[in-house]
């Protein structure tokens, strides 16, 4: 396996599992709330609607220039990638709050909860179900396509993200309760790494740049980002203390 094909499916399968975390978080607290009715018919219709833009836009891009494809895909997988690693440091830093799946599970209940006199109490429900879904599912459609089409290893990227939702659901049907205990933050900070890394990669691809080392260029780019992402976290913690311990005084 190369180290390209390694790369994508390692990216796929960590980008997909943080999405699918949160998507489940959703459709279970939906689950246990409303029953199981609103959640699968919700979940399943968006993944109807999921299917259908893939079968829908994915020819599409086979009828556009690789160049083009690989400079644009580049430019948006930098600033997802960018997104990503951003909100990774700030939560690192102590900046801003961690996610956390158990409060988003007692929020989303609490919602589901005040509804429960609604006549469209079912309804509502389902509804959530399918936004948790779509949103994320996007996301993972994207990620897929952006890190696969480029070199035509869309199915490997695939596999990588089909392998996250079985493993997701698995342990979430296996636990009935929210996957807290996933160390969201560090995947979220170590696939903004490799989306940034794609993307750089892919972006010079397109203007016409010849890597050294050709695929192995990955690895030394990811090493640099990685190199000052740990730099600038350090900064933002050290700032933070200071910060904190002079406004204690």
């Known amino acids: 396996m190369t180290a390209t094909v390694f790369s994508t499916v390692t990216a796929a399968f960590l980008a997909s599992f943080v999405e699918v975390v949160e998507a489940f978080t959703i459709v279970l607290a939906v689950s246990l709330t409303r029953g199981w009715r609103p959640a699968v018919v919700g ?6 609607v999921l299917i259908a833009l893939v079968l829908v ?9 690789i160049a083009y494809v ?3 895909v580049g430019v948006l997988l930098i600033l997802f990638g960018m997104r990503w690693l951003r909100k990774a440091i700030l939560r ?3 900046v801003i709050a961690l996610h956390d799946e158990d409060k988003a599970f007692a929020a989303e209940t609490a919602a589901l909860a005040r509804q429960a006199g609604d006549r469209r109490a079912d309804y509502l429900a389902g509804l959530a179900a399918f936004k948790a879904v779509l949103l994320e599912g996007i996301e993972v ?4 396509i952006a ?3 480029t070199r035509g290893l869309t199915l490997y990227a695939g596999l990588g993200a089909l392998a996250a939702v079985v493993v997701v659901m698995g342990l979430g049907m296996a636990l009935h309760r929210p996957l807290s205990k996933v160390p969201e933050n560090t995947l979220k900070f170590v696939v903004g790494l ?3 890394s794609f993307g750089v990669f892919w972006t010079g691809e397109g203007l ?3 890597w050294p080392g050709a695929d192995l260029a990955l690895l030394a780019i990811f090493a640099v980002f990685a190199i000052a992402s740990w730099a600038i976290l350090q900064t933002a913690r050290r700032t933070r203390l200071t910060v904190t311990d002079e406004a204690a005084q």
């Open 57 to 65: 836009f994915g020819p599409l891009l086979a009828l556009i220039p």
């Open 92 to 94: 690192s830093a102590g």
């Open 43 to 48: 979940a399943g219709l968006a993944l109807l």
């Open 147 to 149: 890190v696969g089409t």
């Open 194 to 196: 490799m989306l940034t």
């Open 208 to 210: 016409g740049a010849e």
């Open 141 to 144: 459609i994207f990620i897929v």
């Open 70 to 72: 690989q400079f644009v």
